[in-house]
């Protein structure tokens, strides 16, 4: 099924250029030096798209693989290792309507609430885009309340180091991460970008707490809210990043599940459509009505077969660069269980397989980045596939 493509057949010059951007940012990020990459690349200057590395390496949760999710301490290590763009955060809204940084809004797996006899009797259970989910949920809390919480690792199983630093982080808000934005571009004498998701936009609109007008004020209100602004926001449902378009200008990506798939929003308002629709020529070009990229999970790229094994790459990223779109699928992880079968190597849970090898496979279907919880393996797969 479909073709393996080379970068040169899925973009010509426009991505042969860019490529020449990821020589010098790769470069650049091993040697710990300014990026700079779109003038010297000749990719357009003022920032946007265009300017960063293709392809881009996406700090998913932060550096995620190394330190508690959605974390200050974990979107500091993406940056320091040289992401070139930090996924901080994935947004959920408090009860007072503040947005902070959680992968969702129960947040029993990744902080120490449960600990915290006080909040003893906030436990529910809750019907979240369908799935019955039993828990601690960010919308029964206060701000000031979920600040006396602290993150703890998700996944220990497969990251008993990290459990070191459980207790060390706050919860950060959206407004914690502007700042930090700010000051660490300050710091480093080069933009640094933010990769924020909405989550769940529909749940949480019908209890009153809409996202996308909260996330536009909160980036009007920082400058950070314009075409060129180094701000990307993406969300599973459609709708929400048709929402977004109608009120900012920053970069829009959806977010697109697996194929048998149906974004909530569209169950909600009786949409037959699935990701299946949505991937085919038609339904990339209605993307690219109100969207600069979708972020498709990596089997869209290249499926899998019964045992885990990689087939033949799909024709998603020759489809989605003909109706203009790029391409950043997630998530690439350097631990056995998350590889495709071929790249596993022994059977421990938290023991690395051959994640260059998976890298090779992906780059070399032309996307345009990638989400990875280990920034710095994606930074030296980059450096290997655009030297190649
Ligand atoms: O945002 C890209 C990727 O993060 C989507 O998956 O579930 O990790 O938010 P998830
Ligand atoms: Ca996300």
Redesign the pocket.
Known sequence: MGTRESNDQTGGAGRRALLGAAVLGAGGAVLGLPGGTASAAGARPGGGLRSLPVPTVIG??GASGYRPEHTLGAYQLALDMGADIV?AG?LVPTRDGHLVCR?EPEIGGTTDVADHPEFAGRKRTKSLDGVVTTGWFTEDFTLAELKTLRATERIPANRPHNTLYDGRWEIPTFEEVLRWQDEQTRRRGKQVWI?P?L?HPTYFRKLGLGLEERVARILRRHGKDRKNSPVIL?S?EPTSIQRLDKLVGNPLVV?LSGAGSRPWDFVETGDDRTVADLVTPEGLREIASYAQGI?PTLDLVIPRDAAGRLKEPTTLVRDAHRAGLILHP??LRNENPFLPADFRRGTGADAYGDVFGAYRAYFATGIDGI?TDHPDTGLLAREDFVNR
Request: charged fraction near 35%; avoid cysteine; glycine fraction near 6%.
């Open positions: 998913h949760r996924e994935d992968h990769y998701e989550k993406q599973f977010l972020g997630y998530t989400f």
